[in-house]
């Protein structure tokens, strides 16, 4: 029977978002420059990779990500969210560091066998976790030029994990001191080089008690652009009519949730701008949500600009259309109401990638690692203390 039943084990609803090593594995697929072609992925009962040390995603931060989710339907089934748009938007990420395409159709091979061999790992339709995904792809092959090297490596990985529904709003502030993309730079891409340098003000924000941050556009310092790790939605209420505005920026990363809940407003009859958005108009907006994958949509309770001391607040508890498209899209997203927008998809058996006579033991390939990590061996969730390479029909 697929999918399995979630593990019972597991306190999914205090999962948050610590690594569970225990999984049962990742899955990885090659390009050769010399071919040109992915191989077939390969599912590896093991957390690690093997890379060469010069290798330019080490070196040059020649890499790109993804992240997406899946939850459990009413049924049992394990539905992915929107995986065709993070397949086609990792592309454009790979573009921006000289990658090679993942095609959608292997993008997707990749991910669904990722969750189906994984399927015991995605949380109960009841609970509150999440199962996320997490795709990556980077030039593998050791190389000092900065050229192109001649193989990369696409991985997925998932992992299950917790989000907190109808937090409490949160407050955020700008960042002033610190531009996280140029004008014509990289900042609509997933790339790792956005974000490890914004680690450092993220941090002392926090420490002033900001736990969301938000970047400016570089060249005016007038406009909004996004939030460190999701995207901006602004709300406007005038009796009944709702406004939606969110940024229009190539300097950002292309939203998913925010465009699902652009989607949702206009089936809602709310008026959708997609366009600048001065930061003096946030004086006039009655809800900011912050919204990517990970965090869902998280209300923002206040923001603040510390070199002006303007400090916009937008209130205490959640607003009630943010409510209202939180709601609908975790719904659609768990399978609770139809999906008119077509946005789900299901992880079946066949993706697997078993061949139909597997009664055949599974070949055991070492590919290599070194297991004692510090001493330790590394046992994954099988109890299996070597890395092992699962063929999968291609
Ligand atoms: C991933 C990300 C988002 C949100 O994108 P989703 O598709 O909604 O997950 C927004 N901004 C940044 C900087 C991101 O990295």
Known sequence: MFPPAPLETIDWNRLGLSIQDNVNGHVESTYSVATGEWSAPRFIQDPYIKIHGLAPALNYGQQAYEGLKAHRGPDGNI?????????????????????????????????????????????????????????????????LSLTAPTEYTFAVYVQPGTTYHGVQ?????????FDRAAPRGTGGAKVGGNYAPVIRHTDKARSQGFH?????????RTCIEEFSTSGFIGIKKNGDQV????????NIVQSITSDSCLALAKSFGWKVEKREI???????????????????????????????????????????????LGTALRNIMRGKIADEFGWTMTVNEEDLLLEPTSAKPIPEISNGVNHELNGVAHVNGNGIAAPVEVEVKA
């Open 79 to 143: 539905l992915l969210f929107r995986p065709t748009a993070h397949a086609d938007r990792l592309a454009v990420s790979a573009s921006y560091v000289s990658i090679p395409e993942i095609p959608q159709d292997h993008f997707m091979k990749c991910v669904k066998l990722a969750c189906a061999r994984n399927a015991e790992w995605v949380a109960p339709h009841s609970s509150e976790a999440l199962m996320y995904v997490r795709p990556l792809v980077f030039g593998s092959s050791g190389h």
């Open 169 to 177: 709003p949160l407050p955020a502030c700008v960042i002033e001191d």
């Open 212 to 220: 969301v941050t938000l970047h400016l556009d570089a060249q005016t």
């Open 243 to 250: 406004t939606v505005v969110v940024p229009d920026s190539k």
């Open 278 to 324: 001065p930061w003096s108009e946030c004086k006039f907006m009655d809800e900011v949500i912050a919204v990517g994958t990970a965090a869902s949509l998280l209300p923002i309770r206040l923001l603040a600009r510390p070199s002006t001391g303007e400090k916009f607040v937008f209130g205490e508890t959640t607003g009630e259309c943010t409510l209202r």
